[in-house]
């Protein structure tokens, strides 16, 4: 079953180019925080990720926090989140049936606090590391608390306590993914590393085919394409650093084998091409 998979870029925060791919330079670039709006023909619209909202600034504005905000500068417009997005285009956020998390840094879940109404999506495993935990212990983890919704718990859907599906043989080398609404529309796969839990999800826009939402498994295509790490330092503070290089070296495997596949990682520059283009708002 075919869906409509529509980028939506929410602002970036400023780092140097070597931090994130080994080779790079030692200039300031802009990493966009990418969401996708997901328009089902059955299940109605759902979120993968909110990336940053004006929320982001309140939640860094004490110690520790601020830090967060110091070392990764964030530049964002309040008509840059989700919910200004989609009110633009005539969609209520009570309309959104659901937000799929891929993971908990503060730029997956800046806007989470714009969607009262809907269900939350998320692996177990990363909502454990990161329940609980404040000031510099959530400040290691990316994680800022008061971006959370205070009744998460009651909304949440932890998805990784359902039973797999197998997938199929050009999946791999991922063997198995949650199908989330049981028509194999939207398949998550575990892609934790950088964070605890990420997950990433296929799916098939009705327009450009098969696609791959990997958050954060990567950093750009290039590293994928290429099978490039980040700058050591970059992999020193990785969750797990084996995980992440095990599934950097998937994304590679599956690129060499699915080269019509659309592998999209949240930062990655020419996703944000893509979010003013070809997976811009389509009427």
Excluded at 87 to 92: L, S, T, V
């Amino acid at each position: 079953m075919k869906i409509k998979l529509t980028l939506l870029d929410t602002g970036y925060c400023r780092q140097l180019e070597m931090f994130s791919i080994r080779g790079g330079r030692p200039r300031s670039i802009s990493f966009h925080a990418i969401a996708a709006l997901i328009e089902h023909p059955v299940h109605g619209l759902f979120l993968f990720d909110t990336g940053y909202s004006p929320r982001f600034f309140e939640a860094t504005r004490s110690f520790p926090y601020r830090l967060y905000a110091t070392i990764t500068p964030v530049v964002t417009r309040p008509e840059q989140s989700v919910k200004a997005q989609l009110e633009a285009h005539g969609i209520r956020a009570d309309q959104i049936g659901g937000v799929l998390l891929s993971h908990f840094h503060a730029d997956h879940i800046g806007g989470l606090r714009d969607f009262p109404d809907s269900r939350l999506y998320c692996f177990s495993s990363a909502y454990a590391h990161v329940r609980g935990k404040r000031g510099l212990q959530a400040l290691r983890e990316g994680f800022l608390p008061d971006l959370m919704p205070n009744d998460f718990e009651e909304r949440a859907i932890f998805v990784d306590r359902a039973l797999p599906v197998e997938l199929l043989e050009r999946y791999r080398p991922f063997g198995e993914a949650y199908d989330l609404l049981g028509d194999g529309s939207m398949l998550l796969v575990e892609l934790g590393g950088h964070a605890i839990g990420q997950f990433g999800m296929f799916v098939r826009d009705e327009e450009h085919g098969d696609v791959f939402l990997c958050a954060d498994a990567a950093w750009s295509s290039e590293a994928y394409r290429r099978h490039v790490l980040p700058h050591p330092l970059a992999q020193s503070i990785m969750a797990d650093g084996p995980a992440y290089r095990d599934n950097l070296l998937r994304l590679h495997e599956l690129f060499g084998h699915w080269p019509s596949l659309k592998i999209l990682p949240t930062h990655c520059p020419e996703v944000w091409k893509m979010s003013q283009g070809e997976f811009a708002w389509r009427s």
